[in-house]
């Protein structure tokens, strides 16, 4: 259904006619029936919001996004609104009611995990009081015959068998469910919004090297060697013999260790720091990955020499403790531009590509909540465009490319505040917060410095004087290279630590290829269809 309802827009103007049309459960606005190729003002999508209806204005009808979007609305006269109410409530119905399998899957899923999680908690509760009325169980008396004693031991024990086998069955059929349930494909996809919503995606399992364990486990081993040292040494030769024997590992290979070679590697290597100054000098370490070391030597091993060697080791292993990999804020964001992957080598999936531009905006947060707001405004607004028309047809919209395209084809690409305005400008402040942080990753650490070369570079050939102005404010005001550091770890301090730095190039070395990559297909597109311009603002 398409027509003109009256939609209120502020005080100043008030009601004012636009033309409405309802398609595939969204409906959209635009100036006027004629103006409709330059692409809609706003639209709503039926399927979340709430229809209300004017209790006294017979003509007048709500349509509500409680906390994100309203649209006050008045048709000609009430019979046109009737029509409108039927329609959009059809609208509304309709996708309420097609919903999918997967969906219904979903839901039927969730509400039976619950239900065998109540059953889980009886059933531990259950067990658990089973086991403590068997612990504080008294001795039979002498008149209790050994019959009775056995009867009830039976007894006993098939009861707390039953209870461990129901709840051990109905755990596995909680996992099950869940299993179904979580699956990735049945998560609902959200379009971005500001924030971005985006399915829960599955935590990154870090490796860790296994020729370095962590440092804790390396303090405890070596406490553990301190203190273990004068046992070691009281012990006669032939003990001490026997104990080596004990600490080899077998030649010829016992059952477990076969087993063991099959799971893992044995790697011979030297350690990084000597335990003890007198080692035999043909003794080797034999380190099996993902378990402590052992020393194999030909001689009894004795312990550290002097409590100094102790300490001395200790102290490297705080030195290595402060030289571990810090996190930063490009390693913990929830979405990087080097985690999209591109369709068919060069299409840049739109709602992966959105939701990086919004997980970098911070970046103008930690640079200056209060002088960055305007910057900050325009390169959000930017998105928010671009997302408007995404969310406008997202099965045909799924790539940049797409969206673009298609705005050249309808000629609507040179029209103000279209899709591929927005995306212009935007990739221009995607382009200025590259060159900054590539700055910062060069050793750079004065940060007006850097702030100002990347906008020489990006941004100012396209500013008026005006525009010059607020920026050249917004670069003076710019923190300090302590103050900026500060700001981008995950844990208070962790700027002053020696691996910041050597986190800082890890991170951005990955992320910032990535983002330079996608800003250059975006270039060769525009540049392809003639869509770049020299305006200045």
Not at 14 to 36: C, H, K, M
Not at 134 to 163: C, F, H, M, R, W
Not at 430 to 451: C, D, H, P, Q
Request: negative net charge; charged residues 25%.
């Amino acid at each position: 259904m398409e027509g003109v309802l009256y939609k209120w827009t502020n005080y100043l103007s008030g009601w004012q006619p636009r033309w409405f049309v309802l398609v595939g459960g969204t409906l959209s606005y635009y100036d006027s029936q004629e103006d409709a190729w330059k692409g809609c003002k706003g639209s709503i999508k039926m399927s979340v919001c709430e229809i209300q209806v004017h209790s006294s204005d017979n003509t007048r009808v709500d349509l509500i996004i409680p906390g994100e979007q309203y649209f006050y609305l008045k048709a000609i006269n009430a019979a046109e609104r009737q029509k409108w109410l039927v329609a959009l409530g059809t609208a509304k119905a309709c996708l309420t009611d097609n919903r999918t399998k997967k969906e219904k899957e979903l839901h039927e899923n969730t509400e039976a995990l619950k239900t065998k999680m109540s059953e889980l908690r009886l059933y531990c509760d259950l067990l658990l009081q089973q086991v403590h009325k068997i612990k504080e169980s008294s001795p039979p008396a002498a008149s209790v015959s050994d019959a009775d004693v056995e009867q009830e031991n039976i007894e006993t024990g098939t009861l707390v068998k039953s209870t461990c086998g129901t709840f051990l069955k109905t755990l596995e059929e909680c996992m099950q469910i869940a299993s179904k349930t979580f699956n990735s494909e049945l998560l609902p996809q959200t379009p971005p919004s500001s924030p971005p919503v985006a399915a829960i995606k599955p935590d990154k399992v870090k490796h860790s090297n296994p020729s370095s364990h962590s440092i804790t486990e390396r303090k405890k081993e070596l406490n553990n060697n301190c203190r273990s040292k004068a046992p070691f040494e009281k012990l006669s030769p032939e003990e001490q013999e026997k104990q080596s024997e004990l600490e080899k590992p077998s030649e010829a290979g016992t059952p477990a260790t076969d087993s063991m070679r099959g799971e893992s590697s044995v790697n011979v290597e030297h350690t990084d720091w000597e335990e003890c100054d007198d080692t035999p000098a043909g003794g080797s370490v034999v380190k099996l990955e993902g378990q402590s070391e052992a020393v194999s030597t030909e001689e009894p091993q004795a312990g550290c020499s002097e409590e100094k060697d102790c300490d001395t080791l200790q102290q490297g292993v705080q030195q290595q403790d402060e030289e571990e990999n810090v996190d930063t804020f490009f390693s913990t964001m929830g979405h990087r531009f080097s985690d999209i992957e591109l369709e068919d080598g060069s299409g840049i999936p739109t709602e992966p590509f959105l939701e990086s531009c919004y997980a970098i905006v911070p970046v103008l947060d930690k640079l200056g909540p209060t002088v960055f707001a305007p910057v900050k405004i325009d390169f959000v607004g930017n998105i928010k465009k671009i997302n408007q028309k995404y969310i406008s047809d997202p099965e045909n919209f799924t790539t940049l490319q797409k969206i673009v395209l298609y705005e050249v084809e309808t000629n609507m690409a040179q029209v103000r505040n279209s899709a591929t305005e927005a995306l212009l400008w935007l990739k221009r402040g995607l382009k200025f917060l590259k060159e900054f942080l590539a700055e910062v990753n060069n050793g750079e650490k004065n940060i007006y410095a850097a702030l100002n070369n990347a906008y020489g570079k990006t941004l100012r050939q396209y500013h008026g004087w005006v525009v010059r102005g607020v920026f050249a404010l917004a670069l003076r005001a710019a923190p300090s290279y302590e103050g900026f550091a500060a700001a981008l770890v995950s844990n208070e301090g962790d700027q002053r630590k020696a691996g910041f730095s050597k986190g800082m190039h890890r991170d951005l070395d990955v992320y910032l290829p990535a983002m330079e990559n996608q800003l250059a297909i975006l270039d060769a597109m525009y540049e392809e269809y003639s869509l770049e311009s020299d305006e200045v603002v």
